[in-house]
Nanobody
Framework: QVQVVESGGDSVQTGGSLRLSCVVS????????MAWFRQVPGKEREGVAV????????FYAGSVEGRFTISQDVAKNTVFLQMMNLTPEDTATYYC??????????????????WGQGTQVTVSS
């Protein structure tokens, strides 16, 4: 059973940076499509970034492209989300997700079977 555990959420000011981590167990990340999502209370969970098996390809939501970078460390079986130039609109609970199967819609929640509990990111103005 694939399990993912996020960490790294914190409170920062506008313009700040954070790096989120997602440790995977039960499978090697080289065999998984890994993604980060975020959710604000009362709103749909939004796909933010995806990395393909082996880290060969990445994909970003338009709202974060150029500011966020998804990467992975195979030796640590860990996926990262480096977030730069944060704004209050980035405030959300961030979730790590995984799937063994190539998603047709990369940032769609229903494509991912394995989820973490989330880590809170708060950006103040």
């Amino acid at each position: 059973q694939v399990q993912v555990v996020e960490s790294g959420g914190d409170s920062v000011q506008t313009g700040g940076s954070l790096r989120l981590s997602c440790v995977v167990s039960g499978a090697v990340i080289d065999s998984l499509f890994m993604a980060w999502f975020r959710q604000v209370p009362g709103k749909e969970r939004e796909g933010v970034a995806v990395v393909t098996p082996g880290g060969l390809g990445t994909f970003y939501a338009g709202s974060v492209e150029g500011r966020f970078t998804i990467s992975q460390d195979v030796a640590k079986n860990t996926v990262f989300l480096q977030m730069m130039n944060l704004t209050p609109e980035d405030t959300a609970t961030y979730y790590c997700a995984a799937t063994r199967f190539r998603p047709l819609s990369k940032l769609a929640r229903y494509e991912y079977a394995h989820w973490g509990q989330g880590t809170q990111v708060t950006v103040s103005s």
